[in-house]
């Protein structure tokens, strides 16, 4: 088993930033892609970032969110970051951290077997 439990979250102004954590314990994941999903009100849960199994290894990101955010590792410490700046109010949403069942970051929820409980992002307007 794998526990993955998200931080940082809160309320920012349009144009802020937040840095969210994901700690994870149980099972290594140093082997494993992680990702970063979002779910806002009434809508699907959707990919944002992705890294593969090494810290500093390949990333990939939504057209949404890309050259705002950045995804990063340490597995020394079992932390996966998702650093967001220059946030607007379509970011709000639910964010959740995800295990790859494999090393490459895909960009489909099922790529992804274990799942955090999720962190609240609001951007006021």
């Known amino acids: 088993q794998v526990q993955l439990v998200e931080s940082g979250g809160g309320l920012v102004q349009a144009g802020g930033a937040l840095r969210l954590s994901c700690g994870a314990s149980?099972?290594?994941?140093?082997?494993?892609?992680m990702g970063w999903f979002r779910q806002a009100p009434g809508k699907e849960r959707e990919f944002v970032a992705g890294?593969?199994?090494?810290?500093?290894?390949?990333?990939v990101y939504a057209d949404s969110v890309k050259g705002r955010f950045t995804i990063s590792r340490d597995n020394a410490e079992n932390a996966v970051y998702l650093q967001m700046n220059s946030l607007k109010p379509e970011d709000t949403a639910v964010y959740y951290c995800?295990?790859?069942?494999?090393?490459?970051?895909?960009?489909?929820?099922?790529?992804?077997?274990?799942w955090g409980q999720g962190t609240q992002v609001t951007v006021s307007s």
């Open positions: 149980g099972r290594t994941f140093s082997d494993n892609a």
């Open positions: 890294i593969s199994w090494r810290s500093g290894g390949n990333t």
């Open positions: 995800a295990r790859g069942r494999g090393p490459i970051p895909y960009i489909v929820r099922n790529a992804y077997d274990y």
